[in-house]
């Protein structure tokens, strides 16, 4: 999404009928959360995120899966060594230390390369959604467990709650949601996850269409036609249920989803990223944008695979 210049997509002030295609999410259904998948490495950076899991299992009445990884092998004989124990330890004690009992948990340790166990987990436990802590160092979001972990938030096969170093922890409510799409493409399951979720919580729904290198005297006309087509995506009753606004920006698209994120107060970004780059152009968010995003984003971000 977004990597190409505004020219590719406009002829003069007018974007090409052929490439014009919008799809409308015609059905939003409730998400189903039953197993929330939560990484640890014990450490601060990691911890900040327990309170976005929490507040998710609670209100979706889903069970909490409190996962350390140990190095090694996967497999191999080690729950009698005292690394593995010390290890089982640490993770009731962390259970034991966040006042979790009010929700229904189950810790879960695990060995072997982080980014090859985690997606097992998810497939073995049938997770809905794992939530992942960042601290989003040399500028690239490299995630609290380690460099590996950056490989779980591009490669799990369900959605990822990452809550980056610039996210406050306080009274945690999705009152507005904001939702980076493209005009050009079907907007797919993620659009559809964002407006369930502004749905079930009446949330102000922020629909942002980014066109960098479009020069000012075009602006207004652009505006216009994208505004208009960002509205056909939405469906017809969603104004009964939550309020749609819709937003064109000039810059480019990591900066443009962070300015959107902190002038509209968003408590939340949800964003669809796509598994591989086959094509010459992404026209969903690719990677590095969505790590920028991630590490600078004042609130969490929600990717979904497409």
Known sequence: ????????????????????????????????????????DFSPASSAALPFALALARTYGSTLLLTHVLAGARGQDSENNAVWQDARHRLEK?????????????????????????PVIIGEQAVDLVVLGTH?????SKLVLGSSAEKIYRSAPCPVLTVGPNVHNGNWRLRNILCPVDVLEDPGPFLKHALTLAKENQSEFIVLQAVPLVPWQHRASVEKQMCERLQRMIPPDAASWCTPQFVVRWEHPAEAVVLAASEWEADLIVMGVRKSRAAKFSVHLPWPVASEVVSRAPCPVLTIRV
């Not at 406009?10 to 939560?38: C, N, P, Q, Y």
């Not at 989003?136 to 690239?140: A, K, N, T």
Request: charged share 25%; proline share 6%; net charge negative.
């Open 136 to 140: 989003g160092r040399r500028g690239v």
């Open 94 to 118: 962390f259970c034991v230390e966040h006042s979790i009992s009010d929700t229904p948990h189950k810790p879960v340790l695990d060995q072997g390369d982080l980014a090859d166990v985690i």
């Open 1 to 40: 999404m977004y990597s190409f210049p505004a020219w590719t997509l406009f002829s003069g002030s007018t974007l090409r009928r052929e490439e014009a295609t919008v799809l409308t999410v015609e059905e939003v259904t409730r998400i189903s959360l039953k197993t929330i998948l939560f990484p640890t």
